[in-house]
């Protein structure tokens, strides 16, 4: 199996022959992307699920209400994580999906669009990328930053540590616990 294997996956804990939690993480390793569903009757393994980002937690039976209402939230999850945006730079177009925008940042003149593959220098300002960015997934900490709640690996007051500390975005004060609270929401929607 490789990379890009599976976007949706539906697991059960028990399973012949294999634990749904192994299989669940293992898979979560290779594409952390894919938006999995725990399906099970048994509620004592929610706290394991949990511990590699499962999407959702569904018992059994299922009721079919909040499946249907769970699927189109996965389906909105994987839009926003697949979906692709042109970065202008003098020298050229580089399309790169959302999901690899680390941050956008304002250095005097200047805007870098920060992605996992390197920096870009935008022609556009600030204001461009706040309005093209998607916002369940981007906010503005400051006016030289906006920031993917999907790089975030700690922040205090003051600074949001991106991508395991490679990047540090400035957090005002006034908009630490409108930032936290979205943050934890974005968290909560991708469970």
């Known amino acids: 199996m490789t990379q890009g294997d599976m976007d949706l996956l539906f697991l059960d804990i028990e399973m012949p022959g294999m634990n749904g939690i192994y299989v669940g993480n293992e898979l979560k390793k290779r ?51 697949n979906q692709k945006l042109p970065i202008e ?37 600030m204001q461009y990328w706040f309005h093209t960015l998607p916002k369940n997934r981007f906010i503005q900490t400051h006016r030289s930053f906006i920031i993917n709640f999907e790089h975030v690996s700690d922040f205090d007051h003051t600074l949001i540590h991106l991508d395991e500390g490679r990047l540090n975005a400035y957090l005002t004060r006034r908009k630490y616990s409108s930032f936290k609270e979205a943050y934890l929401l974005y968290l909560e929607s991708t469970r």
């Open 31 to 81: 594409n952390r992307n894919i938006i999995i569903f725990i399906v099970t009757s048994y509620s004592e393994y929610l706290d394991e699920a949990m511990r590699f980002h499962v999407f959702r937690y569904l018992s059994k039976p299922l009721d079919k209400q909040r499946f249907f209402r769970n699927v189109k939230d996965a389906i909105d999850l994987y839009s926003s994580i």
């Open 89 to 125: 730079t003098r020298q050229g177009v580089h399309t790169m999906s959302v999901s690899s925008i680390i941050a956008v940042e304002g250095q005097r003149r200047k805007v870098i669009v920060h992605t996992i593959q390197g920096d870009y220098e935008s022609i556009h300002n």
